[in-house]
């Protein structure tokens, strides 16, 4: 099936081994006000627990989740990571939430953000309420996924996480720079990638096929920056 959607569900982005190695991790480790890390208006409507950077835990999950990021496909063929923002290891108890709000469009060393990501770390049977909700044209979309799985969103959009009202949500978020600016160029070279996919896993190598990748090699040179 080829994907075509802005929003990009990556499942099982983390396997058992790695959901363990996070969980334990982070049992044992500190976390702090999540304001501390929220700038401009978005530090007023955020409330929630991010795990402090100068844990010794921090680098070791970092290192867990881009180790993930590193062997998908998926992740490099939709989205063209150019720079990937040290994730944010973040809590949320009963009562907590982040109003809407959007993310700053420059972080970290001049970073420029064209993608926000959410990896869910534990079982949304776990706690009730806090669904990551982006405000789209046709309407609001809610995402509360498996744990393990990710969602990824262009920056545009206002978005939120609603009050957990029962449990605790765990989840890591990160920012995307994507050699590809723009949602729709990327769902275009997308779309022709799957394409050319799937006739290489059906032996098909004509002419054509030659043609196509020459046209989606060549858009991705005009597109990249
Ligand atoms: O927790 C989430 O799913 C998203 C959090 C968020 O919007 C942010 O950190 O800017
Ligand atoms: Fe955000």
Redesign the pocket.
Known sequence: MIIQNAFLHLSNLLDAAELGQIGKLSEQAKYQDGKITATGA?REVKDNLQLNEHEQAYMSIQQVLLNALNRSALFRNALFPQNVHPF?I?KYDKGMS?GW?V?SPVMGNMMRTDI?M?VFLNDPAEYEGGE?ELQTAPGSIKFKLAKGDAICYPCQHL?R?NEVTSGQRH?A?TWIQSLVRSPEQRGILFGLQQVAETLHQQNIATEEVGVLQQHYSNLLRMWAY
């Open positions: 978005a944010l973040s982040y709000h993310d926000a959410t990551l978005h996480v989840v978020v």
